[in-house]
């Protein structure tokens, strides 16, 4: 496995999946400076979810398991704190934590997982692809727009974080995916929740149909919620 070293690692009340995007604020002092060193030099930090500690104010400690965040794109707001666009890369687990002040540093093993599917979970990778599809479709009607394509992962690695990020769980759960060793078991521990979420949108859906068509909701922009 190939291994990072001194990586900076911002510990976080959010998970982060590997092919996800995440916008971050920075306005703390310690990480303004984190991010001009990553900016100037690989381009990349960690992020993992907060174990211990302050998110604000430090220091946290994270949990072993986390991702890598790829920067896209950097915005500077006049009070010289950041937006940040980034992408989830590939995950890591923590050797060990070099600093915690001014900000976590640590050495890192990047985790590989292997994209082939054995043939007896063909089904169970199909079906899930299938439930995403549903339940991205239901969501974009319930906002109104029906007319985008929702893309969806043909790996099945890449289709079980994309299910993982769709999903509305606890962050306990979410880590738990993270964390899964394989597209299989992350399979195993979504599946029921994602075929949950597709029966909230379903409701959700047929309820907007319902009210356009008697005519109640063509002048509401908010989109619904299943909350």
């Known amino acids: 496995m190939r291994m990072c070293e001194d990586l900076p690692i911002m510990p976080l009340n959010a998970v982060l999946f590997p092919g996800a995007p995440s916008t971050l604020y920075l306005h703390e002092q310690r990480y303004k400076e984190m991010l001009d060193e990553v900016v100037d030099g690989q381009g990349y930090f960690g992020v993992a979810l907060l174990k211990a500690g302050k998110e604000v104010g430090g220091p946290g400690i994270p949990h072993d398991v986390g991702t890598i965040a790829q920067i896209a794109e950097v915005t500077r707001l006049p009070d010289g704190s950041a937006m940040v666009l980034a992408r989830g890369g590939p995950r890591f687990r923590i050797d060990a934590i070099l600093s915690t002040i001014p900000v976590v540093r640590a050495d890192v093993r990047l985790l590989e997982e292997r994209n082939d599917v054995p043939p007896g979970e063909m089904p ?25 394509a929702p893309e969806v992962p043909e790996d099945p690695v890449g289709l079980s974080y994309a299910i993982a990020a769709n999903l509305q769980t606890t962050l306990a759960v979410q880590q738990r995916l993270l964390e899964s060793d394989s597209f299989a078991d992350r399979l195993d521990i979504a599946m029921p929740i994602l075929r949950q979420e597709v029966g ?28």
């Open 200 to 227: 909230h949108y379903r409701v959700l859906a047929a309820a907007r149909s319902k009210l356009e068509a008697l005519g109640f909701a063509e002048d509401d922009e908010r989109p619904f919620s299943r909350n």
């Open 124 to 148: 169970l990778v199909e079906t899930a692809r299938n439930e995403l599809r549903m339940l991205m479709e239901l969501v974009l009607r319930t906002m109104g727009a029906d007319d985008a």
